[in-house]
């Protein structure tokens, strides 16, 4: 017993729970397929050299699409273009909005009033609605769905960046480095940026499940990836169609599904690992609410 105290020490806190793990395996396995997808597809993904239509087999697993080519290794590289792009769109949104929000809670005055009005300019707008007109402007294309991604996704990363910044920026360690002659930017990038990481990273995971959910419901929408360009939104698009073949819209489908639960689970697990007290509370809840119901 005391071995297995032991051992579980080293595990760190938000890999202690079964959605993280089984998040994880589900995120590492699609980001191995994205990588692998040129050696494991059976088929080229843009050659229509099968029967189109048909159902799922040997020959096609997954079955064909109206064009006759083969839905599994479309899928595999679909997994090459949405994957990558999210995680780059929730990179660049977190570094711009990570920086602007620091820029305004740490100067505060005009800059923070600044800074913020053109935040709230941003968030006042629907997301989606918006995103869907930066791409439309710009011309369909899926890097113009990852710029029109970023442009809307900052704004959340900037508003929890200030208000951390806010409350550290009195903090005695941080006014100590400024009165021993450290410059602004070099009080924030190592008094205060390194203790805000752990909730910028918690929005981040969480993000990504939302940011793959953004690019495939613009490349549905015609906005991203154009065709042959497999990628998931577009695949369930064409999948419109032939709405009799069920199985071009269900596996693209169940694909994003996954992703986006994978890195939901994984991002849970990390804000309850660095909130404790949140965690119990939630977990408390639940016998009080099974008490209530008998």
């Not at 843009?46 to 290794?73: C, H, K, W, Y």
């Not at 990363?157 to 021993?180: D, E």
């Amino acid at each position: 017993m005391p071995d297995v105290k032991k051992k579980r020490r080293f595990i760190p806190a938000a890999w202690r729970t079964p959605l993280a793990v089984i998040g994880a395996v589900i995120a590492i396995g699609w980001i191995i397929v994205a990588l692998l997808a040129p050696w494991i597809a059976p088929h080229d993904p843009l050659a229509q050299d099968l029967p189109r239509l048909a159902p799922p087999s040997a020959e096609a697993i997954m079955g064909t699409d109206g064009n006759g080519r083969d839905v599994f290794s479309r899928l595999l590289y679909g997994a090459q273009t949405t994957i990558p792009l999210a995680l780059a769109l929730v990179v660049c949104a977190m570094i711009i909005g990570t920086i602007i929000g620091a820029a305004a809670g740490y100067f505060g005055a005009a800059v923070d009033e600044v800074l913020m009005r053109i935040t709230d300019m941003v968030m006042a707008f629907p997301t989606v609605i918006l995103a869907m007109v930066i791409a439309a402007s710009l011309g369909p294309s899926i890097l113009n769905a990852v710029i029109a991604g970023i442009i809307v996704a900052w704004p959340p990363y900037a508003r929890i960046t200030r208000s951390l910044v806010l409350g550290l920026r009195t903090q005695n360690y941080v006014v100590a480095g400024r009165l021993l002659g450290s410059s602004p930017f070099r009080s924030l990038r190592r008094d205060v940026l390194p203790n805000i990481a752990g909730p910028v990273l918690v929005l981040a995971s969480l993000d990504i499940g939302t940011a793959i959910l953004l690019l495939s419901g613009l490349s549905f929408l015609g906005l991203g990836a154009q065709p042959p360009t497999p990628e998931w939104g577009a695949m369930i698009s064409s999948a419109m169609q032939n709405t009799t073949a069920w199985w071009l819209g269900a596996f693209p489908g169940l694909a994003i599904l996954t992703v986006v639960l994978a890195f939901n689970f994984i991002g849970d697990s990390l804000r309850d690992a660095l909130d404790p007290l949140a965690a119990r509370e939630r977990e408390a809840e639940i016998p009080t609410s099974l008490e209530r119901v008998a």
